[in-house]
């Protein structure tokens, strides 16, 4: 009879005893967390909620199981890439950001699953009533339909220098006019200093910028019939006063910023007033990147006299690729329910994202201590509109076509009517 | 009856039919067949990455195709190629692709030759200052471009502040206006390639047959002559694949451009180049990327084919032959 005591067990028991054990943990382990193995890949704008969203991977795979992998890029590198990926059914993405822009594109194309039913069974979950209405409406709905959930808001705000409007004896303009006359106050070129700054390089910087002040100068890009009206006599007076903005009280070489280039500017203490997406926002008090801390005011942007109060709204939504299988998607789909989450935006934001939408974080403690501007954000929200960019399948190169002719006018190679002339004939061929 | 021939040799055993394969060959047929089967690979590479694609975007060319908008294609024969030569920015593009190129390449050559003739001693010093001219050839042209941009900007570049200071150009910088920037761009090509051109006809320089050259000199003839009766004829053949070379080149221009300036302001710089990429790969409008290709291959071919034209020309007059 074999002794207990004389019991060995062999390496080979050993090693599969192990394994078994090992077995039963990742068992009991993929018990715990739902999405155990799966590996979601997303492709995220570089702007500040990309690093946030790869900082945080770690913590939804604690939550869920699910890896999450962010590839961050470029403005133009995210279009190119995202849509060949969906053109050519590729499956190289789960997850998308979507701009506010391409929601037209993507419904027409069909690129992202149609989250309405999921957003009408998890309504609750979602807390949905604690999301602004402009919010969900543009950055995630084309047509009724949710083509994407909006997880990073901004509003167009105008960030103003305190001390260089205190030492003139001005007010926070209210009104474009204003706007104008402070810009042409505060400009002295003698002391490189700037009443004004703005995108003008060509392409989409400058475009979106330029639609932004034309729609708050009472402008619109598309008619009362959905067709284009770049060349209207409202347009054409908004782009003469947006080419005067920049001849007299722009930096020289704002001609050829984009939206890095125009923050930096304001950063550096260049430019005294700029009309930018809040998400830059937390920036200016940051003394490693800017000059200008504890100088800077946020104010809701102007409008033009005689114009309803209305102000820009922008941002991303999160877009889940129709292409991939349904395990993907319903992963997918619980990633951005755990993104948007209270606790989790929350903290997404205290990290920097700068992509408030919820009402309850604008009166949050926390994040009002760390964000002193979230009123204004508020205000812009409950008046905002986020259609002055139309959201419709030929925005890309509605935009494109704006601009060259924005750019080119800027440049003084072109009069404003007959750059917009030239853009309406180009534009009508879209349609 | 037997098979046997009446020389008692027996018949040949016929080999069984196994097509072409079996064929007895001779041995310039087997070494044929040999170097087709070495070739065979490359071959095969070039009709896939090569051939095919462009046979595929000259058929699209004859399409209204978007890949965004697939439901929309449409068989339109010309009228991709029509659209080009109808819309001004287009033909922008077509006329400053072809300034960009000849002036560039002019000064290229003209720069070049008189770097090569200086470096063409050989001496220590010269093959130092060669490895140091070579060095902006090293740099990719997207990098050339983005250092510019840097230096030229109005307001932190270390160049272009200073120029705006003092009111030389246009205040808001030389790539920002549509009469300055492509002769910045010029410029800049100019810088980068130069030196590259040089060492072509460098090479070419230190080919000439020495004997010659010394025989124009006992003969008395003058360093000018040298230059224009000898030197220059025997420097044809370099001078043309410097030429070919750098033409083929400039003339798909793009990196340089697209960071700079992007075509702007107002298409002063777009070049046929920079308008395919954004048609192509910003709006993905395939039909109409692929006719502004073709159109540029075929600029290409006839330019080489003028090129060559010129060359054969002078060689005739110059060398009578």
Redesign the interface.
């Known amino acids: 009879m074999t002794k207990i005591a004389n019991f060995r067990l062999s390496k080979t028991t050993s090693v599969l005893g192990a394994s078994l054990l090992a077995l039963l943990a990742t068992t009991a382990y993929g018990q715990d967390k739902p999405l155990a193995g799966v590996t979601l890949t997303l492709a995220s704008q570089n702007d500040q909620f990309g690093a946030v969203l790869a900082k945080l991977a770690p913590e939804f795979k604690e939550a869920t199981g699910a890896d999450l992998k962010v590839e961050i890029m470029d403005y133009?590198t995210l279009?190119?890439k995202t849509?060949a990926d969906f053109?050519g059914d590729t499956k190289g993405y789960d997850l998308v950001t979507m701009d506010i822009v391409w929601a037209g594109?993507y419904a027409?194309?069909q690129y992202s699953v149609d989250l309405t039913d999921w957003v009408k069974r998890d309504a609750a979950e979602l807390e949905l009533d604690d999301i602004y209405p402009v919010i969900l409406e543009s950055l995630g709905q084309y047509d009724g339909k949710y083509v994407a959930f909006p997880f990073a808001a901004y509003a167009n705000v105008l960030a103003y220098r305190k001390d260089l409007f205190e030492a003139a004896g001005l007010d926070v303009p209210k009104t474009m006019e204003e706007m104008v006359a402070d810009a042409k106050t505060l400009t002295d070129p003698a002391k490189n200093q700037y009443g004004f700054v703005a995108n003008g390089?060509?392409?989409a910087a400058v475009a979106q910028d330029w639609m932004q002040y034309n729609s708050q100068m009472g402008g619109s890009i598309l008619g009362a019939d959905g067709m284009p009206a770049l060349n209207s006599p409202e347009n054409v007076k908004s782009l003469a006063v947006y080419k005067e903005l920049f001849a007299d009280t722009a930096?020289?070489?704002?001609?050829?910023y984009d939206w890095g280039g125009r923050e930096e500017?304001f950063r550096q203490g260049?430019a005294a007033m700029m009309q930018t997406w809040s998400v830059g926002a937390p920036g200016y008090s940051d003394p490693a990147i800017s000059n200008v801390v504890g100088k800077v005011g946020i104010a809701t942007a102007p409008v033009g006299e005689g114009v309803a109060p209305e102000y820009g709204v922008g941002g991303w939504g999160m877009a889940i690729n129709a292409d991939v299988d349904a395990k993907q998607q319903e992963a997918a789909w619980t990633f951005i329910k755990w993104l948007v989450s209270k606790p989790i935006h929350k903290e997404f934001n205290l990290d920097g994202a700068g992509s408030f939408m919820r009402i309850s974080q604008m009166t949050d403690p926390d994040l009002l201590a760390k964000f002193d501007f979230l009123p204004v954000i508020a205000t812009t929200y409950e008046n905002g509109n986020g259609d002055y960019r139309p959201r419709i399948?030929e925005y890309?190169?509605i935009q494109?076509i704006l601009g060259?002719a924005v750019?080119?006018v800027?440049?003084?190679?072109?009069e404003p009517q007959a750059a917009l002339d030239?853009a309406q004939a180009k534009a009508e061929e879209l349609f | 009856m037997s098979q046997t021939s009446s020389t008692g040799v027996q018949p040949r055993t016929q080999t069984p039919r196994l097509g072409w394969l079996s064929r007895p060959r001779s041995f310039t047929d087997s070494r044929r067949f040999f170097l087709f089967f070495m070739a065979a690979p490359a071959v095969l590479y070039v009709l896939i990455v090569g051939v095919w694609p462009l046979a595929q975007g000259f058929w699209y060319s004859f399409f209204r195709y978007n890949l965004i908008r697939p439901a929309r294609t449409k068989f339109i024969g010309l009228d991709n190629y029509i659209a080009i030569f109808e819309d001004r920015g287009a033909r922008q593009a077509i006329l400053n692709t072809f300034q960009f190129t000849l002036t560039s390449v002019s000064l290229q050559l003209f720069f070049g030759f008189c770097l090569a003739m200086l470096l063409w001693r050989d001496s220590r010093f010269n093959r130092i200052a060669l490895a140091f001219l070579l060095i902006p050839a090293t740099i990719t042209p997207l990098v050339v471009g983005l250092i510019y941009k840097a230096l030229l900007g109005a307001d932190y570049g270390l160049i272009g502040y200073y120029l705006a200071n003092a009111g030389i150009g246009p205040r808001t910088g030389l790539l920002t206006d549509s009469g300055t920037a492509l002769w910045v761009l010029i410029l800049i090509d100019c810088w980068e390639w130069t030196p590259l051109m040089a060492l072509i006809l460098l090479a070419g320089l230190k080919s000439l047959p020495a004997d010659v050259l010394e025989a124009g000199r006992a003969d008395g003839a003058t360093a000018w002559q040298r230059f224009t009766l000898i030197v220059l004829p025997l420097m044809l053949p370099s001078i043309f694949l410097a030429l070919v070379l750098r033409t083929m080149d400039a003339f798909r221009v793009f990196d340089s451009v697209f960071v700079t300036t992007g075509g702007g302001p107002n298409d002063a710089t777009n070049t046929l180049m920079v308008l395919a990429v954004k048609e192509g790969l910003q709006f993905f409008n395939i039909g109409y990327a692929s006719a502004i290709g073709n159109i540029t291959i075929l600029f290409i071919a006839c330019m080489a084919a003028v090129l060559l034209l010129v060359v054969r020309r002078a060689d005739v007059r110059i060398n009578g032959k």
């Open positions: 133009g279009l190119t849509t053109v594109a027409e194309n390089q060509m392409g930096p020289p070489g704002a001609i050829e500017s260049i399948p890309p190169e494109d060259s750019n080119a800027l440049s003084g190679a072109v030239e």
